[in-house]
């Protein structure tokens, strides 16, 4: 049976996760400190949730615009001129004397850039990781990603104290150096997968829209983009709903860090328990355990069972574990790199537009009962998810017709030099 100790003896995806894990405690301390620093200088709370969140809504132009590089380029390239370039935007922060609007545009062009890259680190995992070493694999990154964003709010606020806002950025800098520097060390140079030419932004427009055109694909890619949306909504709400209730200062704080504790718990228990042949059948189980506790929110219940109840929400993001191996096998080998990018792209819209959709909501309707709702709309998604996700003739078909157009596409290579 596969192991996450064998998992993590793939150099490979050992140097992928080491390096995205350290960029995201990095990104997680820029955000926080520019959010900070916005706040100090304005005193606008809109303009401070604005420099937290301004990465989310470029990403769509982005894959829209680019989205083709992440099967035209080298991947090891590609991936390093993504944590350069967010070492660059994060060092700009630090040194210039930017107002704010610079400072918001800088953000969100960089942010242009994470698709594509995000896509390419993606793919090589998938490239890497055969069967159930895969979403192992995946287990391990979500893992990794939640322990890093805890360790990232936390430390972020400790180190904005003791260094200041400008110093603290330039420490996240220091981190995307160090993950360009360790990305470009540990891993193998290998050729892009794609070698058609064409123009970029029209490729990466074409590109998207056949996904997304592909029923398979395209059910697929919203299963992932819509429970976890809901959810983000919902926690987007934790703050005016504990002070709304009027429980003591600090308990805002434990709702919030009950949902990561809940997914790293869910997905050791998911991705090392759980029969891989039974993963996929309880994927709309593990959505309904999503949606399901946020109907509490609704009734006067105390805090600690609400904390209970979002441990076991986040416990429900580990149904990605019974869908992830199905969308790679859904995609075509020529394109899984876009592919990747357009899931990441759509996780991070929706999640971006989820929690400002929420709030606006809740100047109407009590907090709790928004959450409730967004629990309700996820418990239909569980119902959307519950047949087979991807029959084994669709896979074959999908595999297939990938293997036909692979070798269509073998045309006048780019330069890779």
Do not use: K
Request: proline share 6%.
């Amino acid at each position: 049976m596969t192991t996450y100790t064998a998992v993590l003896r793939n150099d490979t995806f050992r140097v992928l996760l080491g390096t995205r894990t350290l960029s995201i405690l990095a990104d997680t301390l820029r955000i926080v400190a520019l959010s900070l620093l916005v706040y100090a200088t304005t005193g606008s709370p809109a303009l401070a949730a604005l420099a937290y969140g301004i990465g989310f809504l470029p990403q769509l132009l982005g894959a829209g615009l680019f989205g083709a590089l992440a099967d035209r380029v080298r991947p090891r390239r590609l991936i390093v001129l993504g944590y350069l370039a967010e070492a660059g935007a994060a060092a700009l922060l630090a040194a210039a004397p930017l107002p704010v609007w610079g400072s918001l545009a800088l953000v969100a062009a960089a942010a242009l850039l994470i698709p594509i890259f995000a896509g390419a680190q993606n793919s090589l995992i998938a490239e890497a990781l055969a069967g159930d070493a895969y979403v192992l694999g995946r287990s391990l990154a979500n893992m990794a990603s939640s322990l890093a964003q805890l360790v990232g709010m936390a430390g972020a606020g400790l180190a904005v104290a003791a260094l200041g806002g400008r110093r603290a950025m330039l420490l996240a800098a220091l981190g995307h150096v160090v993950a360009a520097a360790w990305t470009r060390l540990g891993l193998a140079d290998t050729p892009a997968v794609s070698r058609v030419r064409g123009g970029l932004a029209a490729a990466s427009w074409r590109g998207n829209l056949e996904l997304l055109r592909d029923r398979t694909i395209r059910r697929l890619l919203l299963i992932q983009w819509l429970p976890p949306a809901f959810i983000t909504g919902a926690e987007a709400l934790m703050v005016p709903y504990a002070a709304g209730r009027g429980f003591p200062v600090g308990v805002a704080g434990w709702l919030l860090a009950a949902i990561p504790v809940g997914m790293i718990a869910g997905n050791v228990v998911v991705g090392r328990l759980v029969r891989p042949a039974w993963r996929e059948p309880l994927v709309p189980v593990l959505i309904a355990l999503m949606g399901l506790p946020c109907l509490a929110f609704v009734a006067p219940v105390p805090w600690p069972p609400l904390a209970a109840a979002l441990v076991v929400v986040g416990a429900g993001f580990a149904f990605g574990l019974g869908v992830q191996e199905a969308f790679r096998d859904a995609l075509p080998a020529d394109g899984r790199g876009q592919a990747f990018g357009l899931l990441t792209t759509g996780l991070m819209t929706a999640q971006g537009l989820l929690p400002a959709l929420a709030g606006l909501l809740a100047e109407v309707l009590r907090p709790g009962t928004v959450i409730g709702l967004l629990g309700a709309a996820t418990l239909l998604g569980a119902l959307g998810a519950a047949p087979g996700l991807v029959r084994r003739q669709d896979r074959r078909e999908h595999q297939q017709g990938a293997g036909d157009r692979g070798r269509d596409d073998q045309v006048e290579p780019l330069p890779l030099g």
